[in-house]
């Protein structure tokens, strides 16, 4: 399809996208500065990218210099580019407002906070923990400034939850029940906050400030390379002409994008501005347009190699030697499963309701587009150099020269002084929301840490449930669901890492199960209703009802609500303690597993299903998941014994059709 004809097609205009993305996605609603001041961020921005690539090759600073940098980059930049109020930020799709002076005066004391720690660090060391008048004042400014900067860029529900905490360190002797702690003084609050490793300068912002703004910068290089786009044009090529094709391109692009992409709403938005007209120019329902884009954007946080950056996060909460590559590995059946429950259920429901593929009219040349796969070639670098046992700074350094030299190929991709200085822009634009999000999640796990709330929260959820496993993790699941609600997949998975997981641990599940539990569930915040803002901002493109597109992605994406589940009682599912045999055989069992569930589902496989196939269908496919000898063989006779049942009743209506039609 060329661009001309999907112009035509789309049923928004580029203002309305982007005035929806700064709706649903704060960190899209960024002004546009002209003049002097748009040459300030620039520099500022410039300087932020080549101060990171500085210190990731030619030096290192201690943790407290290096995080507070990173950390006063941040808030200067937040400040200087996003408006206090929401309201600004819709009044026009170009945002070109100038700032106001408290914008100023607020970045200007973000420089100051970044820079105290290097300032002033022989002397903090020396005094170890004793803190003067002007520590306390600089703790309690940053404290207030990560709060403001992180409610502008990443949104209220976060700040929210960070205020609860800080508010709840400090008047625990009030708090009901298990909840009540003997409470935590201002000033040692405020020494954890700021002045040790353990709040905002803690591990979330440790891995933004080495790891996620590394692979932010490969992900920007990447856009600059034309694969964003490629990932769209490749989706239609190879899926294009299947049944209900423009439903498949989604799914296969938004499965592309989300290793570049660490937004979910970002990802609806974009790609849906492309997917969603076509599905419904197909003949799609409004609502199931919008909620095939959204499920599958939401997976691009679930798919490796770079789940939206938590993976990174996820090696520094586990610990215990695991490394990027088991985590990666142990996530990718579950993620297939995930993306192939979708594929299915789009596929049946075209054949419910008779729609086909699109045209050869309206298809790309296939061989023309098969001509730039070499524009993938960056992606394979990384998990290449990832699966090597490679660090995973010197891979994404790599993976950053790949994307250069790959767009030196092409004269349309190749990449001049100009495109490189763009790429560092946008990357560190993009860190901005990484950096805010991950202090502010500091200051929650800063919070758990002085209280022991997390073992509070395991006992409380343990209590209720009896000690049961299964009501255990359904009360972790709804925990997780609504912690994880408007915020991004970063700071999602610190807050659910921290409060929902130790529940989990306290039951001897194994620690990988157990963070991989919580980190569906609170992925999965963002296509659950009522939130659901995903599922709006697809609702936002495609014009249907919001709560309905929530309710169609939730039920499309039903295996991230049963998989996790059985990668805890059954660890086989994320290749732990497999051989490669035993890996295939659950790749084949979940995926007829996943057909299974698809059918009862959507009420079709073959032909439309009875409610009490649907039934036996949804049991067949979950024992056909759970990696377990006899559930597998008992799922297996039941989904044969239904595949026939289907396949027959098919032929004899086909075959008295005609009758009908003579007759």
Known sequence: MDEKGLKKDQQVTDEELEQMMAKYDPEAGYRKLKGILGWVVIILLLSFSLYQLYTSTLVRFSPQVHRSIHLGFALALAFLLFPASKKNRLKDAKRKFQITWLDGILALLSVVVGLYWPMNINEL????GRLETIDLLVGVLAIVLVLEATRRVVGLPITIIAVV???YAYLGPIMPGFLQHRGIGIERIIRTMFFTTEGILGTPLKVSSTFIFLFLLFGAFLV??????YFNDLAVALTGRRTGGPAKVAIFSSALQGTISGSSVANVVTSGSFTIPMMKKLGYRKEFAGAVEAAA????????????????LMVEFIGGGITYWEIAKAAAIPALLYFTGIWIMTHFQAKKIGLKGLSKEEMPDRKEVLK?????????????LLMSGMSVTRAALWSIVSCIMVGAINKETRMG???????????????????TATACAGIIVGVVTLTGLGLKMAGGLIDLSNGILFFTLFFTMVASIILGMGSPTTANYVITATIAAPALLALDIPELSAHMFVF???????????????AFAAAGVSGGEPLRTGVNSAKLAIAAFIIPYIFVYSPELMMIDTTWDQTLWIVFTSVLGMIAIGAAMIGYWMRKTHWVERIVALAAGIMLIYPEGSTDLYG??????LFALQFFIKRNESEQKPQSAGA
């Open 297 to 312: 954007s939401t997976g691009g946080q679930l798919m490796p190699p770079i789940m939206g950056a938590a993976a990174f």
């Open 372 to 384: 730039k796969i070499y524009l993938l070639a960056p992606i394979f670098v990384v998990v290449i």
């Open 224 to 229: 600059k390379t034309g694969v964003g786009q």
């Open 125 to 128: 060391v020396q005094r170890v």
């Open 636 to 641: 297996l006779a039941i989904f044969i014994g």
């Open 520 to 534: 569906y569930f609170g992925i999965i915040a963002d296509i659950t209703p009522p939130v659901a803002l995903a």
């Open 417 to 435: 002084p100009k495109d490189f200085a763009e790429a560092l822009i946008n990357g560190a634009r993009t860190a901005i929301g990484v950096a």
């Open 165 to 167: 905490f800080l508010s």
